[in-house]
């Protein structure tokens, strides 16, 4: 099974500052990665896959980067939409796996 | 517009069995990947099952020989059956295509999941 770590747990950020959100997997995943975003009693929305794929619709502030085992998700110019958790989740191999989450809130 | 709507959540003793349903629109289930992925109250996402494209199935370790998940191609219907249940299966239940939108997935809003006695 692929273990998928996100850091930090929780990023407190003034609107309109950027964020950084670190994904690792165990193994390598090559770029078999997507970025979810949760809010609060919703399911979640894909914001990236194949790494660094912005889904139909996503603002072009959400970047997302890397290959192997090291992935970065970038907010630029947080909104106040963009407060929420951000999971990371490989499909490489099955058991697909997600980290356990980034709670971005406001500062 | 694609639209996957779950039901079938709801109240179950320990030891006891659930079916949930997720109904769709706009999409052909036999042509898509369909998924299950459940989130336990206040805790983050665990991806449970999925059927393939092609109709091969896989499973999460912890509902393995438990669940069973399939699909009605007729009804455009997908199904989890669950049996055994036990309190570490209550959460939300989403059901979750890919393949069905161009360059996303749709999710439903899901169904809730209490396993009390």
């Known amino acids: 099974e692929t273990v998928m770590t996100q850091s930090p747990a929780t990023l407190s950020v003034f609107p309109g500052e950027s964020a950084t959100l670190s994904c690792r997997a165990s193994q390598s995943i090559g770029n078999n990665l997507v970025w979810f975003q949760q809010k609060p009693g919703q399911a979640p929305r894909l914001i990236i896959h194949t790494a660094s794929t912005r889904a139909p619709g996503v603002p072009a502030r959400f970047t997302g980067s890397g290959s192997g085992t090291e992935f970065i998700l970038t907010i630029s110019g947080l909104q106040s939409e963009d407060f929420a958790v951000y999971y990371c989740k490989q499909y490489a191999t099955w058991l697909w796996t997600l980290g356990q989450g980034t709670k971005v809130e406001i500062k | 517009e694609v639209q996957l709507v779950e039901s079938g959540g709801g109240l179950v003793q320990p030891g006891g069995s659930l079916r949930l349903s997720c109904a769709t629109s706009?999409?052909?289930?036999?042509?898509?990947?369909m998924s299950w992925v459940r989130q336990a109250p206040g805790k983050g996402l665990e991806w449970v099952s999925v059927?393939?494209?092609?109709?091969?199935?896989d499973y999460a370790g912890s509902v393995r020989d438990r669940f069973t998940i399939s699909r009605d191609n007729s009804r455009n219907i997908v199904s989890l059956q669950m049996n055994s249940l036990s309190a570490e299966d209550t959460a939300v239940y989403f059901c979750r295509c890919w393949g069905c939108a161009y360059g996303t997935d749709v999710w439903g809003p899901g169904t809730t999941v209490t396993v009390s006695s």
């Open positions: 706009g999409i052909s289930v036999s042509s898509i990947q």
């Open positions: 059927v393939h494209r092609g109709g091969n199935t």
